[in-house]
Nanobody
Framework: VQIVESGGGLVQPGGSLRLSCTAS????????VAWFRQAPGKVREGVAC????????FYGNSVKGRFTISRDNAKNMVYLQMNSLESEDTAVYYC????????????????????WGQGTQVTVSS
Protein backbone atom coordinates (compact mmCIF):
# COMPACT_ATOMS: atom_id res chain seq x y z
CA VAL A 1 0.00 0.00 0.00
CA GLN A 2 1.27 3.44 -0.88
CA ILE A 3 -0.36 6.75 -0.02
CA VAL A 4 0.75 9.76 -2.03
CA GLU A 5 -0.08 13.40 -1.41
CA SER A 6 0.40 16.20 -3.92
CA GLY A 7 -0.56 19.82 -4.47
CA GLY A 8 1.46 21.58 -1.81
CA GLY A 9 3.43 24.71 -2.47
CA LEU A 10 3.97 28.34 -1.63
CA VAL A 11 0.92 30.60 -1.51
CA GLN A 12 0.26 34.11 -0.28
CA PRO A 13 -2.01 34.77 2.70
CA GLY A 14 -5.62 34.72 1.59
CA GLY A 15 -4.85 32.36 -1.26
CA SER A 16 -6.02 28.82 -1.98
CA LEU A 17 -4.53 25.40 -2.61
CA ARG A 18 -5.99 22.00 -3.31
CA LEU A 19 -4.21 18.96 -1.95
CA SER A 20 -4.74 15.52 -3.43
CA CYS A 21 -4.37 12.09 -1.88
CA THR A 22 -4.33 8.86 -3.80
CA ALA A 23 -3.56 5.30 -2.86
CA SER A 24 -2.16 2.31 -4.63
CA UNK A 25 -3.28 -1.02 -3.30
CA UNK A 26 -6.39 0.47 -1.69
CA UNK A 27 -9.71 1.75 -2.87
CA UNK A 28 -10.51 4.79 -0.82
CA UNK A 29 -14.25 4.93 -1.39
CA UNK A 30 -15.07 2.78 1.64
CA UNK A 31 -12.23 3.86 3.91
CA UNK A 32 -12.07 6.68 6.39
CA VAL A 33 -9.54 9.20 5.09
CA ALA A 34 -8.15 12.13 7.01
CA TRP A 35 -5.77 14.99 6.52
CA PHE A 36 -3.35 15.90 9.27
CA ARG A 37 -0.70 18.57 9.43
CA GLN A 38 2.44 19.17 11.39
CA ALA A 39 4.15 22.52 11.75
CA PRO A 40 7.77 22.81 12.93
CA GLY A 41 8.00 22.21 16.67
CA LYS A 42 4.32 21.28 16.97
CA VAL A 43 2.42 18.05 17.31
CA ARG A 44 0.63 16.54 14.34
CA GLU A 45 -2.99 17.65 14.35
CA GLY A 46 -6.12 16.53 12.56
CA VAL A 47 -7.42 18.91 9.91
CA ALA A 48 -10.26 17.13 8.12
CA CYS A 49 -11.76 13.68 7.84
CA UNK A 50 -14.34 11.94 5.68
CA UNK A 51 -15.95 8.83 7.10
CA UNK A 52 -15.83 5.57 5.18
CA UNK A 53 -19.12 4.49 6.76
CA UNK A 54 -21.52 7.33 6.13
CA UNK A 55 -19.40 9.99 4.38
CA UNK A 56 -19.79 12.40 7.27
CA UNK A 57 -17.12 15.07 7.32
CA PHE A 58 -15.23 16.39 10.29
CA TYR A 59 -13.02 19.46 10.58
CA GLY A 60 -10.55 20.82 13.06
CA ASN A 61 -11.69 24.01 14.76
CA SER A 62 -8.93 26.10 13.20
CA VAL A 63 -9.97 25.26 9.63
CA LYS A 64 -13.77 25.13 9.82
CA GLY A 65 -15.33 27.26 7.13
CA ARG A 66 -12.08 27.51 5.18
CA PHE A 67 -11.13 23.91 4.29
CA THR A 68 -13.26 21.30 2.54
CA ILE A 69 -12.56 17.58 2.23
CA SER A 70 -14.05 15.65 -0.67
CA ARG A 71 -13.77 12.36 -2.53
CA ASP A 72 -13.70 11.39 -6.18
CA ASN A 73 -14.31 7.66 -6.08
CA ALA A 74 -13.91 7.25 -9.83
CA LYS A 75 -10.35 8.56 -9.54
CA ASN A 76 -9.65 6.97 -6.14
CA MET A 77 -8.76 10.39 -4.82
CA VAL A 78 -9.46 12.46 -1.73
CA TYR A 79 -8.97 16.19 -1.85
CA LEU A 80 -8.47 18.98 0.63
CA GLN A 81 -9.52 22.36 -0.71
CA MET A 82 -7.92 25.07 1.37
CA ASN A 83 -9.18 28.63 1.08
CA SER A 84 -8.37 31.86 2.92
CA LEU A 85 -5.01 30.47 3.88
CA GLU A 86 -3.16 32.00 6.79
CA SER A 87 0.46 31.87 7.85
CA GLU A 88 -0.61 29.57 10.68
CA ASP A 89 -1.61 26.98 8.07
CA THR A 90 2.03 26.50 7.12
CA ALA A 91 2.87 22.86 7.76
CA VAL A 92 3.53 19.50 6.18
CA TYR A 93 0.17 17.98 5.32
CA TYR A 94 -0.33 14.23 5.54
CA CYS A 95 -3.03 11.96 4.20
CA UNK A 96 -3.99 9.05 6.42
CA UNK A 97 -6.22 6.06 5.69
CA UNK A 98 -8.02 3.81 8.11
CA UNK A 99 -8.92 0.33 6.86
CA UNK A 100 -10.11 -1.17 10.14
CA UNK A 101 -13.84 -1.76 10.18
CA UNK A 102 -14.63 -0.72 13.74
CA UNK A 103 -16.56 2.50 14.09
CA UNK A 104 -15.56 3.42 17.64
CA UNK A 105 -12.56 5.68 17.22
CA UNK A 106 -11.47 9.28 17.44
CA UNK A 107 -11.28 10.60 13.88
CA UNK A 108 -8.30 12.82 14.74
CA UNK A 109 -6.31 10.28 16.74
CA UNK A 110 -3.07 9.36 15.00
CA UNK A 111 -3.32 5.75 16.15
CA UNK A 112 -6.69 5.37 14.42
CA UNK A 113 -5.03 5.27 11.00
CA UNK A 114 -3.27 2.38 9.32
CA UNK A 115 -1.52 3.98 6.37
CA TRP A 116 0.17 7.35 5.96
CA GLY A 117 1.67 9.28 3.12
CA GLN A 118 5.01 11.05 3.18
CA GLY A 119 3.45 14.49 3.31
CA THR A 120 3.39 17.60 1.17
CA GLN A 121 4.67 21.00 2.27
CA VAL A 122 2.32 23.95 2.37
CA THR A 123 3.88 27.34 3.01
CA VAL A 124 1.74 30.45 3.40
CA SER A 125 3.85 33.55 3.16
CA SER A 126 3.98 36.90 1.43
Amino acid sequence: VQIVESGGGLVQPGGSLRLSCTASGLTLDSDTVAWFRQAPGKVREGVACVSGFDSRKFYGNSVKGRFTISRDNAKNMVYLQMNSLESEDTAVYYCAVRIRSSTDFNVFALAAYDHWGQGTQVTVSS
